[in-house]
């Protein structure tokens, strides 16, 4: 079993930036797609950024203000959200599936962002 443990959730006025943790608790090298996703009271989970297949991907209406990182070092995923929108607020899930676990996904328990007007 993987552990995911997300940080650095918060309070933040429109405009303003915040970076979220993802700590994995083994190699990130044993994981795949990566990413983070987003729900709010109400809508449906929705995939916000994600690492995969070598590459990077986004929602739209993220674009251009989130970026995804990793850091094989720390064994940790950030999410680097800027001029961020009170319609950003949700809680947001680090999510990984094994590269070596047929069907095996992980979850975090989510952090909150709240970006007030």
């Known amino acids: 079993q993987v552990q995911l443990v997300e940080s650095g959730g918060g309070l933040v006025q429109a405009g303003g930036s915040l970076r979220l943790s993802c700590a994995a608790s083994r190699s990130i090298f044993s994981l795949r797609d990566m990413g983070w996703y987003r729900q709010a009271p109400g809508k449906q989970r929705e995939l916000v950024a994600a690492l995969v297949s070598g590459g990077t991907k986004y929602a739209d209406s993220v674009k251009g203000r989130f970026s995804i990182s990793s850091d094989n070092v720390k064994n940790t995923v950030y999410l680097q959200m800027d001029s961020l929108k009170p319609e950003d607020t949700a809680v947001y899930y680090c999510?990984?599936?094994?590269?070596?676990?047929?069907?095996?996904?992980?979850w975090g328990q989510g952090t909150q962002v709240t970006v007030s007007s």
């Open positions: 999510n990984a599936k094994s590269r070596f676990e047929l069907g095996a996904v992980y």
